[in-house]
């Protein structure tokens, strides 16, 4: 039996007018809807490639266009375009942001670093108020996050429909116990950022103490903002690139879209 689109129309109304344009000699291309369809289910399973259902092209060809529009820059495209929109409908939680990172247990590729969990790769995320990524990194699993914050809050860069700068600063940042750092909270507040570190164990009542609003916006009309993400294994970069580092951007125009909804 056929399985239900994983791409809703309004999804694919924004991001179908933003691809390139298929070439109009050789060989037709492989529809370009069933081929994201087929990207998401691998994402949303963290199933590999060779699993990947009948129903979509084949798994070498989801493959090519993820690693070719990633080349393109078509998935950042897509992503920036998405957030500009979500922007100017007001739809983005700018009152406060969030930062965390999560190691991803790698042996091979770039971005591998040791830990004294054992070799891998920092992937680093800040989210807006009701969980809408606004900016992503790949680092080395080795140094603090504490430290590879800084420059994930650089990526944060929401481009305008119309003239004006990319909107870039949030009003505070929210972020756990191991952000706790003096030379952090300066670094913040030179940004026109107010920073506030949490105690793991009483997120949600210090969040509230201190700031005297609730962490973040808790509306999501029963909609659930949690990542859709895929495996990442040494066996996923045997071609020299990282397949985590595609799979954020597209779990990025995932999570923006669930937005519109």
Known sequence: A???????????????PLLPEPRKTGRPRADDRSVIEGILWVLR??????Y????????????RRLRDWEQDDIW????????????ADSLLAWEEVFVDGALLP????????KTKRGKGT?????????????????????PAEVKLAPPLIDEIKVPRLGPGR?????KRLIADKAYDSTAFRIDMHLRGIKPINLDAKTE???????????????RNDGKSNEPLLGSATSEDCSLGMSISSLFIVVSFIELALITFR
Not at 166 to 170: D, I, L, N, V, Y
Request: with cysteine; proline share 7%; charged share 25%.
């Open 76 to 87: 950042l495209k897509i992503w920036r375009q998405i957030l500009a929109e979500l922007d």
């Open 122 to 142: 920092k992937w680093m995320v800040v989210v807006d108020g009701k969980g809408v990524p606004l900016g992503g990194q790949l680092a080395s699993a080795s």
């Open 2 to 16: 056929m399985r239900e689109p994983l791409l809703s129309e309004h999804a694919w109304t924004k991001i179908k």
């Open 45 to 50: 399973t963290g199933a590999r490639w060779r």
């Open 204 to 218: 949600s009542e210090t969040c509230s103490m201190r700031t005297g609003e609730p962490c973040g916006d808790t």
């Open 166 to 170: 990319p909107r870039k600063r949030p």
């Open 52 to 63: 990947l259902p009948s129903q979509y092209p084949s798994s070498a060809t989801c493959w």
């Open 106 to 113: 790698l042996k091979k590729g770039e971005c591998v670093g």
